[in-house]
């Protein structure tokens, strides 16, 4: 029996994802400081409305608010105990709502990155960070979704070790890296790195690609990157709706639907085949990006130049896959192998 | 609040040295072929660059080594410090801002510095050597992302700052005590989320409440921050990452020393 997301992925040309969640539940009154996660608990209805609120706007997959909710994020709430529970929960609302929507809806079980530096360079070891995924994966397993996602990801050790603890959990799942330091993830991950990395896998997602980062642009660049790696896996596009802007005490992200609906477009045709939004995309973004990807039939890859034309330049030169890339100093006497 | 934060940033580098020295040994296998370098026998414009290689490799024994070398040729620790640890440093800072080196590499720099700053500190006390500055850092109440902050502690420290770094979640009571405890010159503040950010006004606004904003040079970063931001909130910059807030505090507290003077 097959994965919902397997069927979509073998039977559609694009899937439309979500947007974002934090953006969200802070418009609906979450405080800086409390744990999203804890709403499955305290205030489910509105955990239902943003669900809905996607799925209403025409997403065919959504992620469950389950982002902080592995154990060493939840450490800070003094909920470090509760995580399998809120994941479960966080599933089950989202069940709730797909089974509702009249038509197939994919519940992707969101799993956010520890925030701890992963040995050897810091002290949580690749045993602990497959505990911490695997505890997560079983609690959204047994909630209901149909695939596990992990976001956000910015270290390859953070990533195996989320494909090693969804292997134990025996879920099909999905991974995406956030490439937000002059176009790699903050870990210097290049975009070829990351295919390099995903094809090696010993349990490989259904889907792999980028989210957040820095603005849609840069995202677009990052998928290019993947596509010229010709893997089979298809790609995942989920950029910002445009960077933060602080106006009257307020966050504003500055993209518009209209952005959005063109970023949308692009991103197909850079070879993306699930596409979705990340910080600042609302229902409203989403409506944009369903309405631009059914008008528009799909084009031929973009330049960069197009890319920049439409969404903005990049926040970096050189994203580490082409001949600009600045290399390291020379002139070191001692080889380092 | 303060004492924990530091002892876990402490046991944080403790880490780092023993994972560092495994990942060097890892690679001796190859060194061990290659020609070795003696550094004792190197002439002292030579050492120094030599230092300023080992620091970019991140070898932190070889710099332990370094430092100790150019002590016993009678150098000032201050010297040591500035020409060999923190030019080295600069070379490491100017790599991460312009997406040469990323994370990785800067921690395991930043740890051999602490190498060096391990042997030089009591001495630099003890020698009277002019102050750099002093930093009060932390990430925002309601925020637990510390990566970058970290990064900021570790260059501001590889600059020869003094830092005291006040870990995460922090309300502005505890920014505002150490400021005073700690005598510090310039407040950092960090957040990773868009809806923590504008928690540093609160910290600004009670600041100036309290007349104490002109006294301290605030820093704030973060990745959903940006120049604009900085300025609408009050602060003195922005600084988009560790190499960047080094420099402008350097600039900063140059400014301030030029103003007393003046």
């Known amino acids: 029996m097959t994965d919902a997301l397997s069927n979509m992925l073998a039977t559609r040309d694009w899937i439309l994802a979500d947007g974002a969640t934090g953006t969200i539940l802070f418009n609906m009154g ?46 800070l709430h003094g909920a470090e105990k509760r995580a399998r529970e809120l994941s479960r929960i966080s599933a089950e609302l989202g069940r709730e709502i797909a089974d509702a929507a009249g038509r197939p809806v994919v519940v992707a079980g969101s799993v956010g990155p520890t925030g701890e530096i992963m040995a050897p360079l810091g002290e949580l070891t690749h045993e602990l960070t497959v505990e911490i995924f695997h505890e997560q994966a079983e609690g959204l397993k047994e909630g209901g979704a149909d695939v596990l996602w992990c976001e956000t990801i910015s270290a390859p050790e953070e990533y195996a070790a989320a494909a090693e603890a ?17 176009g790699r993830t903050m870990m210097g991950v290049t975009s070829a790195a990351m295919v390099s990395m995903v094809e090696k896998l010993k349990n490989p997602p259904l889907a792999y690609g980028a989210n957040c980062g820095v603005g849609a642009s840069d995202l677009l660049r990052t998928i290019l990157g993947f596509a010229a790696q010709g893997s089979e896996i298809p790609i995942i596009a989920k950029g910002n709706a445009g960077i933060p802007k602080f106006h009257d005490g307020h966050i504003h992200y500055d993209g518009t639907p209209e952005l959005m609906g063109q970023y949308a477009v692009l991103a197909r045709d850079c070879g993306a085949k699930i596409i979705g939004g990340c910080c600042g995309t609302t229902p409203e ?13 799909q084009g031929p890859r973009p330049s960069l130049e197009v890319i920049t034309a439409a969404l903005g330049g990049f926040s970096s030169a050189s994203d580490g896959t082409d001949d600009a890339t600045p290399a390291p100093r020379k002139n070191r006497r001692r080889n380092r192998g | 609040m303060s004492q924990p934060a530091n002892t876990d940033l402490r046991q944080k580098v403790n880490v780092i040295e023993r994972n560092a020295a495994y990942l060097r040994q890892s690679g001796n296998k190859t060194m061990a072929e290659e020609e070795d370098i003696i550094l004792s026998e190197l002439p002292d414009d030579e050492l120094v660059l030599q230092m300023h290689d080992d620091l970019y490799d991140g070898m932190k024994e070889e710099i332990a080594e370094g430092v100790n070398i150019l002590l016993g040729r009678k150098w000032e620790p201050y010297r040591v410090l500035t020409e060999a640890l923190v030019a080295g440093m600069t070379i490491v800072g100017h790599d991460f801002r312009d997406g040469i080196l990323f994370v990785p590499e800067v921690l395991l720099a930043a740890n051999a510095m602490k190498g060096g700053m391990f042997i030089l500190k009591p001495l630099l006390a003890e020698s009277g050597a002019p102050r750099m500055g002093k930093m009060v850092i932390g990430t925002v109440k309601g925020d637990i992302h510390d990566i970058g902050k970290n990064l900021v502690s570790m260059m501001m420290e590889g600059a020869g700052f003094e830092v005291h770094d006040l870990g995460i979640n922090n309300p502005v009571e505890d920014y505002l005590e150490a400021l005073i405890s700690e005598d510090a010159d310039i407040l950092g503040m960090s957040a990773l989320l868009t809806t923590t950010m504008p928690y540093m006004k609160v910290v600004i606004d009670t600041m100036i409440e309290k007349g104490m904003r002109d006294d301290y040079i605030v820093l704030v970063g973060g990745a959903p921050l940006n120049e604009e931001f900085g300025k609408a909130i009050g602060a003195d910059a922005y600084c988009r990452d560790a190499a960047v807030a080094v420099e402008t505090a350097k600039e900063y507290m140059a400014r301030k020393h030029n103003q007393m003077a003046g």
């Open chain 1, 285 to 297: 973004h989403l409506v944009a990006m369903r309405a631009a990807l059914e008008g528009h039939a």
């Open chain 1, 30 to 75: 979450l405080t800086s400081g409390d744990a999203p996660e804890l709403w499955n608990v305290t205030e489910p209805d509105k955990i239902r409305a943003l669900y809905r609120g996607s799925v209403d706007a025409g997403s065919d997959l959504f992620l469950t608010n389950s982002f902080g909710g592995n154990a060493s994020r939840l450490k």
């Open chain 1, 166 to 182: 969804f292997a134990l959990a025996d879920m099909p799942w999905c991974g995406t890296m956030s490439f937000d330091t002059a």
